[in-house]
């Protein structure tokens, strides 16, 4: 079983940045494709960003793209979402998730994920 901790969230002014933080405990040993979705009230959860098993490759929702980037600290077991310039559009709640997947795959369908955290509030003021 894999725990995943989502903290950083809160907060931020447009224009400005917040980083989120996924804690990943359990099968520490193991390997997982990472993701980030969100999802704001009355809306369907999204897809974000993901980062594949071996970190070279990552991919991002192009509401995103150019503003957000994904990156993890193996030793830690932590990922992170760094989001520059957000805008108020981009309050929701956002969670981490984690799935088997080939090395080197990226994953963006909420389906294909197993694990789950339990999410972190980002709020952008105008």
């Known amino acids: 079983q894999v725990q995943l901790v989502e903290s950083g969230g809160g907060l931020v002014q447009a224009g400005g940045s917040l980083r989120l933080s996924c804690a990943r405990s359990?099968?520490?040993?193991?390997?997982?494709?990472m993701g980030w979705f969100r999802q704001a009230p009355g809306k369907e959860r999204e897809f974000v960003a993901t980062?594949?098993?071996?970190?070279?490759?990552?991919y991002y929702a192009d509401t995103v793209k150019g503003r957000f980037t994904i990156t993890s600290d193996n030793a830690k077991l932590t990922y992170y979402l760094q989001m520059n310039s957000p805008k108020p559009k981009d309050t929701a709640v956002y969670y981490c998730?984690?799935?088997?997947?080939?090395?080197?795959?990226?994953?963006?369908?909420?389906?294909?994920?197993?694990?789950w955290g339990q999410g972190t509030q980002v709020t952008v003021s105008s």
């Open positions: 998730a984690a799935a088997t997947a080939p090395i080197e795959v990226v994953l963006i369908t909420a389906s294909e994920y197993t694990y």
């Open positions: 359990g099968r520490t040993l193991d390997d997982y494709a």
């Open positions: 980062i594949s098993r071996n970190d070279y490759n990552t």
